[in-house]
């Protein structure tokens, strides 16, 4: 990793096919992050499979699932570097049975690249990963308009699905300005590295240039160490390894550090990053660490890691402001779909509806309502079924956000208000 450049998660959302992995692949291999040859590889093994035309895509789909399929199923990261920024970049998945993966992956993230295919337009999971993305703390958008050479590059098509996105972002108040629109081609690779001369009518930025200029996020070195876990592996020589990316503060070996729900902890032995032992890591960092004590039984994705002696809040119920995007009937208290945290997914009722919410101007419109349904804002009390770390987003923004799922779908998103502790 070149300690020179800022880092940045930058997340690749959209819809199903639209071509998000195809789009990853090509910047790999145009950054000189992929090998000509393997590309080559990628599309003699493609063809074999009958999916011809997927070999940027094969960069990212490692699983042998996802390569029969043609599809993303998990997210999967990988590291490039342009003059400005060094990336890790989250491949999502837009198949809708994979969506809960997707917030995982945009949760990750600070900014976002929305790929929306020039000849299907915004379809629903577009819809559903912006909604996503913008309750989730994603920053700026780069909508990538791909697939330009289906349409044979028609600035009419472009200027059509460039307006039914800002629609869409505007909807739910994302700042359409500080969106950037390229019209690209991720299979011929227009307008990526290099300036297209199929696109003439064209003269923004290329998708390069406009990764460039993303703003360097601000990194909350100095609030308190959260670390949600998202996997724990067992390595021969080193023990337990929980890994993850590191939201807020530092994390230092000699730390002493406290797992929650858990409830465990103990001393930081040492830390890994891009397959080497550091001292430390930052927010934004995704790293490997191990820790005196804990055995791999003792933790699971979800738990939180912060420091012992301020350690990571547990909910025993906690208050949200809720806006609900889709939901086939009303919501009613004694509802319990899934919460998806962070990196936790828990079951929690909602105990009660305490108000509804105007959208518009944040206040309130009605106390107690019976019910609320899509559309709707709400202020609400949860109460999680099993022990759920989660804090206020107006103390620790990154760990404050959520996404509601229930019957394949997200239903809705949102903030947490207070936490009531145990
Ligand atoms: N013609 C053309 N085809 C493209 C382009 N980008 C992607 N494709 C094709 O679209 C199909 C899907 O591409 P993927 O990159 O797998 O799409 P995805 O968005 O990652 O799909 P999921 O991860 O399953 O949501 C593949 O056949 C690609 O070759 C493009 O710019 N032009
Ligand atoms: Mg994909």
Not at 50 to 78: C, P, S, W
Not at 187 to 200: C, L, M, Q, V
């Amino acid at each position: 990793m070149s300690e020179d450049k800022p880092h940045q998660n930058l997340a690749i959302i959209g819809h199903v096919d639209h071509g998000k992995s195809t789009l990853v692949g090509r910047l790999l291999y145009e950054t000189g992050s992929v090998p000509e040859h393997v590309i080559e590889q990628h599309k003699e093994e493609a063809e074999e499979k009958g999916k011809g035309g997927f070999e940027f895509a094969y960069v990212m789909d490692n699983l042998a699932e996802e390569r029969e399929r043609g599809v993303t199923i998990d997210i999967a990261h990988q590291e490039f570097d342009t003059d400005e920024y060094y990336f890790t970049i989250v491949d999502c998945p837009g198949h809708r049975d994979f969506v809960k993966n997707m917030i995982t992956g945009a949760s990750q993230a600070d900014n976002a690249v929305l790929v929306v295919a020039a000849d299907d337009g915004v379809a629903p999971q577009t819809q559903e990963h912006v909604f996503l993305a913008r309750t989730l703390g994603i920053n700026e958008l780069i909508v990538g308009v791909n697939k330009m050479d289906v349409v044979d590059y028609k600035e009419s098509t472009y200027k059509e699905v460039v307006s039914e996105v800002k629609d869409l972002l505007n909807q739910v108040q994302f700042n359409t300005d500080d969106a950037e629109f390229i019209p690209i081609s991720a299979f011929e690779g227009d307008n990526i590295a290099e300036r297209s001369d199929n696109t003439d009518w064209y003269d923004g930025e290329i998708l390069l240039e406009a990764l460039n200029n993303l703003q360097a996020p601000e990194p909350p070195t100095e609030a308190d160490l959260r670390l949600p876990i998202q996997d724990v592996y067992t390595i021969s020589g080193i023990g337990t390894v929980p890994v993850g990316r590191i939201e807020t503060g530092m994390l230092n070996t000699g730390d002493n550090v406290s797992f929650q729900p858990s409830d465990v902890g103990g001393e930081v032995k040492t830390i890994e990053m891009h397959h080497e032992e550091v001292p430390k890591a930052e927010p934004g960092d995704n790293v490997g660490f191990n820790v005196r004590g804990i055995g791999k039984d003792d933790i699971r994705r979800g738990d939180v890691c912060g420091p012992a002696d301020d350690p990571p809040s547990v909910a025993e119920t906690f208050t949200a402001q809720i806006v609900v995007m889709q939901h086939p009937s009303v919501i009613t208290d004694g509802y319990t779909p899934v919460f998806h945290a962070h990196t936790a997914q828990v079951a929690c009722t909602i105990e009660s509806i305490d108000a509804k919410i105007d959208p518009s101007s944040g206040e309130v419109a009605e106390e107690n309502p019976d019910f609320i349904q899509s559309g709707d804002a709400a202020k609400v009390t949860v109460r999680p079924q099993k022990p759920l770390s989660i804090e206020p987003a107006s103390e620790i923004p990154e760990l404050g956000s959520f996404a509601i799922r229930d019957m394949g779908q997200t239903i809705a998103a949102g903030q947490v208000l207070s936490v009531n502790e145990p």
